[in-house]
């Protein structure tokens, strides 16, 4: 059994100026211990692929279809029950650390009132020693646990968020841009460690990203969304070095590899509106392969070389 | 030191210095002292005409307060910054004025930038009116022309609308038109492509690429995007902490870069190919420290795994170790 299975998942935003889809039909799944990479731009849909896993989407949001984990219909669970479940089988890891830090709480009682929470320490002390020792082996010193956010610096911050989205042992962790708002060089160590908690922990993520350079260092397979909708997946390796979808293609070739040419191909176009998705393909107006067909028919996704398409010319 | 460059300088830097003043506590008052962060601390560049230089480095290297004090946004604490040969510092009035109008600026982010209730088209023709360029009714025209060149077409359709109902990459692209429309000879390009969507960058690097073609135009374009710099940049400079660390061709410093900072950098890039061997491993301990606190010395010495007792007490010297390739770095003295 798949440790996570998204069926059919649709997400609608309903907002003043109309609704957004913003998830239309995916079905994806994971195995344990597996990195999944989640790369598209701006408004393909992939943070809402997270926050709807997690169930964190605001109450303007429709859903429907199914979010398995471990068999279990966290689309179907009362609130009571998400509660137990986020963290302890289940967690996120957001762009700003910000995010999943109280200002005036020391670092220390975040992870006291997490554990106490979900039962998982018996004591203040216990919690301490536990979070001081998981903050260690993620390269924070343990005496950080005194201090409150803002004495941190923001590669220690997200480090600390880190800690907090693994000390209960989820099953499976969601990064959303975990490295965007970093500089280069703590980028690297973040993501350093994030190859060692997966070689350590074996904890399965799901890594969202805008980035398919960072995506092919730490990710085992990868989905590529586009517009709501997933155009590709399939092993990092394969779908890096030969791209099916012409979006994963032009989406490669959009960024300059230092020592290679510095010739600049961009993506033409703007992404869709998504209150109004094209119809047929949906990268057909921006992809210049597109034919007759691709203006009118939604191309289904089919399985190649072991890989997933939906693209009426690559497929 | 001197660096021969062929030709016309553009711009050039010599040994700019800007410290920010602090606000003064009690005990500053009472010890009747002023405390300064110096963001930029002693930097020498030059851009030569038609050239494109990209600066580099992590937040807080003081990259953006070079390109704010060559604008004139910051006055400089010392050193000089010369324009086509002329120290700005010394012009005054209509020449000063020609002079500025030749250099034009683009920030990071156009929704700051940009003005959220005007229109488009009258914020590329803004600048046109301050300066008083063209007559009145020719302004307007000059405005479409220039939404044209930096591809917002149809321009008439683009001219009417506001900022919000763009989208990022064509914000930024109104933010260039604007800084082109004077059809300046130098531009400094701080960071466009640093707040805008994957997709929308490239457009706007080959759309930066193309106008330096286009318009002969010289740069200075600031960036902690190394594989932007690769694409654009004939030559890079590296900062870190106010200074320059390594400084000389692009190709020569990302083949072969010297400094242990930018070659740290250089591994940092998450990449899509495999990691070049030839390239030393180097890894610096923890972060970039609190500018207000600049260590002694070399200012990486104390995460530098390579630093010896000189680093921790002497000022590194600059050191050629090629063509036009500079090092700053005890290591190579």
């Given at each position: 059994m798949s440790?996570?299975?998204v069926?059919?998942?649709?997400?609608k935003y309903?907002?003043?100026h109309?609704v957004?889809?913003a998830?239309?039909?995916?079905?994806?799944s994971?195995e344990e211990?597996?990195?999944?990479?989640?790369?598209?731009?701006?408004?393909s849909?992939k943070?809402?692929?997270?926050?709807a896993?997690i169930?964190?989407?605001?109450?303007s949001a429709?859903?429907?279809?199914?979010v398995l984990?471990?068999?279990?219909?966290l689309?179907?669970?009362p609130?009571?029950?998400?509660r137990r479940?986020?963290?302890?089988?289940?967690?996120?890891v957001f762009?700003?650390p910000?995010?999943s830090?109280n200002?005036?709480?020391?670092i220390?009682?975040?992870?006291?009132?997490?554990?106490m929470?979900?039962?998982?320490?018996?004591s203040?002390?216990?919690?301490?020693e536990?979070?001081?020792?998981l903050?260690?082996?993620l390269?924070?010193?343990?005496?950080?646990?005194n201090?409150?956010p803002?004495?941190l610096?923001?590669?220690?911050?997200?480090?600390v968020a880190i800690?907090?989205a693994?000390i209960l042992k989820p099953?499976?962790?969601?990064?959303d841009e975990?490295t965007?708002?970093l500089?280069a060089?703590?980028?690297?160590q973040?993501?350093d460690?994030?190859?060692?908690?997966?070689?350590?922990?074996?904890?399965?993520?799901?890594?969202?990203t805008?980035?398919m350079?960072?995506?092919a260092?730490v990710?085992?397979r990868?989905?590529?969304?586009?517009a709501?909708?997933?155009?590709?997946?399939?092993?990092v390796?394969?779908v890096?070095?030969?791209?099916?979808?012409p979006?994963?293609?032009?989406?490669?070739r959009?960024?300059?590899?230092i020592g290679?040419?510095k010739e600049?191909?961009?993506?033409p176009?703007?992404p869709?509106?998504?209150?109004n998705p094209?119809?047929?393909?949906?990268f057909?107006?921006r992809?210049?392969?597109?034919t007759?067909?691709c203006?009118?028919?939604?191309p289904?996704?089919v399985?190649?070389?072991?890989?997933l398409?939906?693209c009426?010319?690559?497929? | 030191m001197?660096?021969?460059?062929?030709?016309?300088?553009?711009?050039?830097?010599e040994d700019l210095?800007v410290?920010y003043p602090?606000?003064?506590?009690?005990?500053d008052?009472l010890r009747?002292q002023?405390?300064?962060?110096?963001?930029?601390?002693g930097?020498?560049l030059?851009?030569?005409?038609?050239?494109v230089l990209a600066?580099v480095?992590e937040s807080g290297?003081?990259?953006?307060t070079?390109?704010?004090?060559?604008?004139g946004?910051?006055?400089?604490?010392g050193?000089?910054v010369?324009?086509?040969?002329r120290?700005?510092?010394?012009?005054?009035g209509?020449?000063l004025?020609a002079l500025?109008?030749?250099?034009?600026?683009?920030?990071?982010?156009?929704?700051?930038?940009?003005n959220?209730?005007m229109?488009v088209?009258?914020?590329?023709?803004?600048p046109l009116?301050?300066?008083?360029i063209?007559?009145?009714?020719?302004r307007?025209?000059?405005?479409l022309?220039?939404l044209?060149?930096?591809?917002?077409?149809p321009?008439?359709e683009?001219?009417n609308?506001?900022?919000?109902?763009l989208s990022?990459?064509?914000r930024?692209?109104v933010a260039?038109?604007?800084?082109?429309?004077l059809k300046p000879?130098?531009?400094?390009a701080?960071e466009?492509?640093s707040?805008?969507?994957v997709?929308?960058?490239?457009?706007?690097l080959?759309?930066?690429?193309g106008?330096?073609?286009?318009m002969?135009?010289s740069?200075?374009?600031?960036?902690?995007d190394l594989s932007s710099?690769?694409a654009?940049?004939d030559?890079l400079?590296?900062m870190?902490l106010?200074?320059l660390v390594?400084y000389?061709?692009?190709?020569?410093?990302?083949?072969?870069?010297?400094?242990?900072y930018?070659?740290a950098?250089l591994q940092?890039?998450?990449?899509l190919?495999?990691?070049?061997?030839?390239?030393?491993?180097?890894?610096l301990k923890?972060?970039?420290?609190?500018p207000?606190?600049v260590?002694?010395?070399?200012?990486?010495?104390?995460r530098?795994?390579l630093?010896?007792?000189k680093c921790?007490?002497?000022?590194p010297p600059?050191v050629?170790v090629?063509e036009?390739?500079?090092v700053?770095c005890h290591?190579?003295?």
């Open positions: 440790l996570l299975r069926q059919d998942l649709w997400v309903h907002t003043r109309g957004v889809e998830l239309s039909g995916l079905n994806l994971m211990g597996e990195v999944l990479g989640v790369v598209g731009e701006s408004g849909g943070s809402t692929l997270g926050f896993i169930r964190l989407l605001p109450r429709e859903v429907k279809g199914s984990l471990n068999g279990k219909n689309a179907l669970l609130e009571e029950e998400l479940i986020r963290g302890r089988e289940v967690s996120m762009q700003d910000y995010s830090l200002p005036v709480m020391r220390g009682d975040h992870f006291v009132e997490l554990m929470e979900h039962g998982a320490s018996k203040r002390e216990e919690a301490l536990a979070a001081g020792e903050l260690e082996r390269g924070v010193p343990r005496e950080r646990l201090d409150y803002h004495q610096s923001g590669g220690q911050r997200q480090r800690g907090l693994l099953k499976l962790v969601i990064a975990i965007t708002a500089d060089l703590v980028e690297r973040i993501i460690l994030v190859k060692e908690v997966k070689r350590e922990y074996k904890t399965s993520m799901l890594f969202i805008h980035n350079g960072l995506v260092e990710a085992d990868v989905a590529v969304l586009y709501g909708k997933l155009a590709e997946m399939g092993g390796r394969e890096v070095s030969n791209p099916l979808h979006y994963t293609e032009a989406l490669l959009s960024v300059p590899r290679g040419s600049v191909k961009p993506i176009g703007e869709p509106d998504m209150r094209p119809p047929g393909c949906r057909h107006p992809c210049p392969l597109a007759e067909k203006k009118l028919e939604e289904s996704l399985e190649k070389g072991g890989r398409v939906a009426h010319l690559r497929g | 001197s660096r021969a460059t062929s030709g016309v300088e553009a711009l050039r830097i210095k410290h602090l606000r003064r506590t009690l005990g008052v009747r002023q405390r300064y962060l110096k963001a930029v601390d930097v020498t030059s851009v030569p005409e038609g050239a600066l480095g290297s003081g990259k953006t070079v390109a704010r004090a060559v604008v946004l910051v006055k400089p604490t050193g000089r010369l324009l086509w040969g120290d700005v510092a010394t012009l005054k209509k020449e004025k500025r109008r030749a250099v034009q600026m683009v920030f990071q982010d156009p929704s700051v930038s940009l959220p209730r229109k088209g009258d914020q590329v023709k803004y009116d301050v300066n008083s063209g007559a009145p009714e020719e307007r025209a000059m405005a022309e220039a044209r060149t930096v591809g917002l077409t321009p008439e683009f001219y609308r506001y900022p919000h109902q990022g990459g064509q930024q692209r260039i038109a604007r800084a082109v429309v000879r130098l531009l400094i701080d466009p492509i707040n805008i969507d997709s929308a960058r490239a457009q706007i080959g759309l930066l690429k106008l330096r073609e286009k002969n135009l740069m200075l374009y600031i960036t902690h710099a690769w654009i940049a030559s400079a590296v870190y106010g200074k390594e000389g061709p692009t190709e020569a410093v990302f083949n072969d870069p010297r400094h242990p930018t070659k950098l940092a890039v998450p990449s190919d495999e990691r070049k061997p030839w390239i030393e491993i180097v890894k923890g972060e970039i420290p609190d207000l606190n260590p002694s010395g070399c200012r990486l010495h104390p530098c795994p630093a010896t007792e921790k007490l002497e000022d600059a050629k090629g036009n390739h500079w700053y290591l190579y003295a």
